[in-house]
């Protein structure tokens, strides 16, 4: 199973980006779905999740409650991050995260986010 992450870059704070998160198979495998973020000189924490089928079973971290929507497209088998009012302490490392039925946690590569005017 591959994650292929992309959506990162450079925003000033106040901007917005989306994340994207494709799987390279059906994302019904998948029991959740997440990103975490790892700050330098910060440990790995999560973002936000969607568990289940629908976009209606989420979570999310404090620091993001607000500002961050996570999403799913299960026809084209990826999970969005939309970041909206984004703040330099959101710079980071982006990593997208699945719980797959059979082989367990799997990682993405990280993707880079940086706020700074």
């Known amino acids: 199973v591959q994650l292929q992450a992309s959506g990162g870059g450079l925003v000033q704070p106040g901007g917005s980006l989306r994340l994207s998160c494709a799987a390279s198979?059906?994302?019904?495998?998948?029991?959740?779905m997440g990103w975490y973020r790892q700050a330098p000189g910060k440990q790995r924490e999560l973002v936000a999740r969607?568990?289940?089928?629908?976009?209606?079973?989420?979570n999310y971290a404090d620091s993001v409650k607000g500002r961050f929507t996570i999403s799913r497209d299960n026809a084209k088998s990826i999970v969005y991050l939309q970041m909206n009012s984004l703040k330099p302490e959101d710079t980071a490392v982006y990593y997208c995260?699945?719980?797959?039925?059979?082989?367990?946690?799997?990682w993405g590569q990280g993707t880079l986010v940086t706020v700074s005017s």
């Open positions: 198979e059906s994302i019904f495998n998948f029991i959740v």
């Open positions: 969607i568990i289940g089928d629908a976009n209606t079973n989420t």
């Open positions: 995260n699945v719980g797959h039925r059979r082989l367990g946690t799997l």
